[in-house]
């Protein structure tokens, strides 16, 4: 059993920064792929940034070169650096956890409860 549970988010103005967390209890998380997600109204959620066991990340499109992802195996955490955000960055933003490998869609096992970033222009 895995629980996570995401914090950083808040309310940055266009062109700003933050920098998300995701915790995780349990045991073995050096073994886990996380993956990060976000949901705007009325959207479905989307991929956003995953890293695997082994430490290979995966970005989507729209956040490469703006977006990073470490992990901290020694802390249990995941971060999420974002930079040079834009209003469409603006959803709630999910960690989740599934055995090694990154996967782009929504089949991981465990999820956080999310954590709201909103980008003013």
């Known amino acids: 059993q895995v629980q996570l549970v995401e914090s950083g988010g808040g309310l940055v103005q266009a062109g700003g920064s933050l920098r998300l967390s995701c915790a995780a209890s349990?045991?073995?998380?050096?073994?886990?792929?996380i993956g990060w997600f976000r949901q705007a109204p009325g959207k479905e959620r989307e991929f956003v940034v995953g890293?695997?066991?082994?430490?290979?990340?995966y970005y989507a499109d729209s956040v490469k070169g703006r977006f990073t992802i470490s992990r901290d195996n020694a802390k249990n955490t995941v971060y999420l650096q974002m930079n040079s955000l834009k209003p469409e960055d603006t959803a709630v933003y999910y960690c989740a956890a599934r055995l090694f490998q990154v996967l782009t869609t929504a089949q991981y096992d465990y999820w956080g409860q999310g954590t709201q970033v909103t980008v003013s222009s």
């Open positions: 349990g045991r073995a998380f050096s073994r886990y792929a």
């Open positions: 890293i695997s066991w082994s430490g290979s990340t």
